[in-house]
């Protein structure tokens, strides 16, 4: 939903990356993206594409590694990846109680989106 | 954050390493946000919700019920319109308009600027209404002390099941226009069963801010009057 908010977040911090260390292009930026954000990979993609047309990002690539999410049941102790609802209007709809006993679960990861790695050339 | 920086020569490739949260830069703001608040006394509240669940109204009985109004102000955040901001003028409130323009949520570096701009001395309560959305206020926090989500009726039954996230990250989830359950055949209990399912800990008020209802339940859980 707020890929488009996303995408600059992540041009800004490139192009001030780049620029910090005076280099000519960036060719690669590489992000881990919880499966638990808000976030569409695809659409995050799109809007980076349409956001870097700046000469020093144009042709660069977003890379986007999905961080598996995982819950965890106050009741029974279950750790592991929440179910799925099947739901294609809702893009990865996790059902937010546990799998083992329906109780409600806790996200313990799958929320982050981390700027891991940007590849400059010089 | 890599603090060195690199020097290479004409047409080298470097990678360089960040492992940064892209939502951590909002973080820090909103604790920046918060602790100015606090620092003035201000007790904030986000008011989160879709389009015409009745965030508005909310916080305009919320202010009818509080009595000491010069002691109130308001933060409107829409896309582009002043529509809301007009209503809270009439009541003789403080109230600055953010416009996020192509933003589908506040963010704490908007806040924080209208805060400043905000003339805050004696201002007790703040009400931040946030733009109509459920899905991106919830990875957004702006530093308010307490974060109010808003359903009505007219939503259906699904709504807090279909939005998880702006559940589990609020303190209080408002089920408004209870006065229209009937007339729409939902069972304002079911949608607070649905926001339990998701949030446990959420207290749940109903409310209708057409006859008032349960409003004073509401300004009783936030703590203000
Ligand atoms: N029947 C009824 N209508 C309401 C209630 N609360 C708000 N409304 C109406 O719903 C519409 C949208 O309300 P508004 O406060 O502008 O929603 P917002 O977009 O969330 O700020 C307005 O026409 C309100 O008068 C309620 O409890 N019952
Ligand atoms: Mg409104
Ligand atoms: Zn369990």
Redesign the pocket.
Known sequence: MHEFSVASMIVERVKGEASKHGARKVRRVEIKLGELTLVNPEQLKFNYMVLSQDPILRDSELIIEVIPGEVSCRECGFRGRPTYRDDPALHLAPIFSCPVCESPVEVIKGREIVISRVTLEF | MSGEVVSPGEGEVFDIELEEELLEANRRLAEENRRMLDDLGVKAIDVM?S???????LIERLIELHDRRERVAVLCGDLTTTI?MERIKRHGVKVLQINTGKECHLDANLVGKALRRLELKGVETLFI?NV?NLICPAEFPLGAHKRVV?VSITEGEYTPLKHPYIFMDADIAVI??I??AQAMGINPDKVAENVRKVAPDVDVIK????TGEGVRDVAEALGIR
């Open positions: 919700g389009i015409g669940s009745g965030k508005t109204s809301d209404e109509g808003v408004n226009k006065d229209l409310t209708s801010c057409k």
